[in-house]
């Protein structure tokens, strides 16, 4: 059973700039496709982006877009959630999350997913 850890989540001024990065545990990282998602007080959790299983294709949300870059690094077991030109709104509880050989058409429906992490909160100052 694969197991993510977030991490690299923090306090950051807007305009300012975080990765998270999301390790996995066991030996089909690579047949993932990792999606992230995010949460803020009283909404409903929010698709952000995905990344296909082997790096070629990503998707994201129209309100991130040019903003965040998935990348991922199979070698290590580990996707990574680059933000830039963060703005106050995009504070919230970053999750990852795993679906195996998960098509992007699919990769914007939580339910789609069968492994996430904890979370790493994001909280982003005006």
């Known amino acids: 059973q694969v197991q993510l850890v977030e991490s690299g989540g923090g306090l950051v001024q807007a305009g300012g700039s975080l990765r998270l990065s999301c390790a996995a545990s066991?030996?089909?990282?690579?047949?993932?496709?990792m999606g992230w998602f995010r949460q803020a007080p009283g909404k409903e959790r929010e698709f952000v982006g995905a990344?296909?299983?082997?790096?070629?294709?990503?998707d994201y949300a129209d309100s991130v877009k040019g903003r965040f870059t998935i990348s991922r690094d199979n070698a290590k077991n580990t996707v990574y959630l680059q933000m830039n030109s963060l703005k106050p709104e995009d504070t919230a509880i970053y999750y990852c999350?795993?679906?195996?050989?998960?098509?992007?058409?699919?990769?914007?429906?939580?339910?789609?997913?069968?492994?996430w992490g904890q979370g790493t909160q994001v909280t982003v100052s005006s």
């Open positions: 066991g030996r089909t990282f690579s047949t993932y496709t």
């Open positions: 999350a795993a679906g195996s050989y998960l098509p992007l058409r699919r990769a914007a429906s939580p339910s789609e997913y069968h492994t």
């Open positions: 990344i296909t299983w082997s790096g070629s294709n990503t």
